[in-house]
């Protein structure tokens, strides 16, 4: 099973930061790769897939990168409504796999 | 406008069973993979199980597996999850979600609201 390591798991920030995610995968996986924010109480939504082609509709301040193991996700600039949860996923093989999220909460 | 929406959940006791649906409408839903996925209280996001378009491939997770069935009726626009001999560890909120691709990857877009099940005597 390919296993993803997201980190950090938590992360706190201000209006405006840039904010960097990481998920590293145990194999390579080319750009099989999905990010997904989540609010509470609500279904996660699709922001990035293939690595790094943004979703349609999902605003440019959203981006992400890699492909193989190492891939990152990042905000250039925190708004408001960016406090989530968010969650990379392979898509390569079964079982599929998330990572376990990184929380971004108000500094 | 696509749509996927849940529903079944609801308490069961630990060993009993459960059926969860999910209407899909919007798209051609027979032409796509759907799936699964489950997040317990307070916690991440866990693939459950995945069905192709013509039932043909058929994956779980090993913590379901033997226990949980997918299923789908493209005529019906609907995918299934039998849950049997559940235990007080599948208690979570179900999504079932679209799986869609392109040369270079796939991804799970969209979802649906989900349906929360509780199992607990």
């Known amino acids: 099973d390919i296993q993803l390591t997201q980190s950090p798991s938590f992360l706190s920030a201000s209006l405006g930061d840039r904010v960097t995610i990481t998920c590293r995968a145990s194999q390579g996986i080319s750009s099989y790769l999905a990010w997904y924010q989540q609010k509470p109480g609500k279904a996660p939504k699709l922001l990035i897939y293939a690595a790094s082609t943004l979703q349609s509709g999902v605003p440019s301040r959203f981006s992400g990168s890699g492909s193989g193991t190492d891939f990152i996700f990042t905000i250039s600039s925190l708004q408001p409504d960016d406090f989530a949860t968010y969650y990379c996923?392979?898509?390569?093989?079964?079982?599929?796999?998330f990572g376990g999220g990184t929380k971004v909460e108000i500094k | 406008e696509v749509q996927l929406v849940e529903s079944g959940g609801g308490l069961v006791k630990p060993g009993g069973s459960l059926t969860l649906s999910c209407a899909a409408s919007g798209f051609s839903f027979g032409s796509y993979s759907m799936n699964w996925v489950r997040q317990a209280p307070g916690k991440g996001l866990e693939w459950v199980s995945s069905?192709?378009?013509?039932?043909?491939?058929?994956y779980y997770a090993d913590s379901v597996k033997g226990r949980f069935t997918i299923s789908r009726d493209n005529a019906k626009n609907s995918v299934f999850l039998q849950m049997n001999s559940l235990r007080a560890e599948d208690t979570a909120v179900y999504y079932c979600a679209r799986y869609d691709y392109d040369d270079n990857s796939g991804w799970f877009d969209p979802w649906g609201q989900g349906t929360l099940v509780t199992v607990s005597s």
């Open positions: 069905i192709s378009s013509s039932s043909y491939y058929i």
């Open positions: 996923q392979q898509l390569i093989s079964y079982p599929l796999t």
